[in-house]
């Protein structure tokens, strides 16, 4: 059994809502797995729900991570992830996103390649990077038009810019 946790942590974006699930035994024990990570106004983005439980400190190890990340000192998240998210079709899309390196793009079509979805699969996978939960920790910000131009953001196109300049990505294509 597992009880539903959240906090809030400051960052570039906005203030983040965290989600995760926890052991119902373990709630301040930081044995947190993410199940969400949202910004203000994010479209499809985490509501806080009757029953979940304020625990930042499940999140303390998360909120370190993302603080090292926004401050340009890590390249990585090492964050367990909660099981069972999204359909077969978008975890493919999204481990595709988990493989895409630091500081570089890549276009949707490549990565409805990836997936073995080409031609009018791209808006399939277009739809499936926008059901991302995990913005930042899942870099869909990494995934850009195949003229180079920044599109679709469930979290605005101001905030992919932002996280782009950050990693010094704008524009770089993955090898």
Not at 52 to 61: L, S
Not at 110 to 131: K, M
Not at 132 to 153: K, M, Q
Request: aromatic residues 6%.
């Amino acid at each position: 059994m597992t009880t539903t946790v959240y906090a809030r942590v400051e960052s570039p974006l906005g203030e983040l809502l965290l989600v995760g699930e926890v052991p119902a035994a373990d709630v301040a024990g930081g044995d947190v797995r993410l199940r969400s990570l949202s910004v203000p106004g994010q479209k499809g983005g985490a509501v806080v729900q009757d029953g979940w439980r304020h625990a930042p400190e499940a999140f303390t190890g998360v909120a370190r991570q993302l603080e090292e990340y926004f401050a340009g000192r890590s390249t990585r998240f090492d964050v367990p992830l909660a099981e069972g998210l999204g359909t077969e079709f978008q975890r493919r899309v999204w481990a595709v996103l988990e493989s895409i390196p630091y500081g570089s793009t890549v276009s949707y079509g490549e990565v409805a390649a990836q997936v073995g979805a080409s031609g009018a699969g791209v808006r399939a996978v277009g739809t499936a990077i926008g059901r991302n939960p995990l913005l930042v920790v899942r870099p869909c910000h990494r995934v850009i038009g195949a003229d180079g131009a920044l599109r679709g953001y469930a979290g605005g196109l101001e905030r992919k810019k932002l996280l782009l300049g950050i990693e010094g990505g704008a524009g770089r294509s993955a090898p």
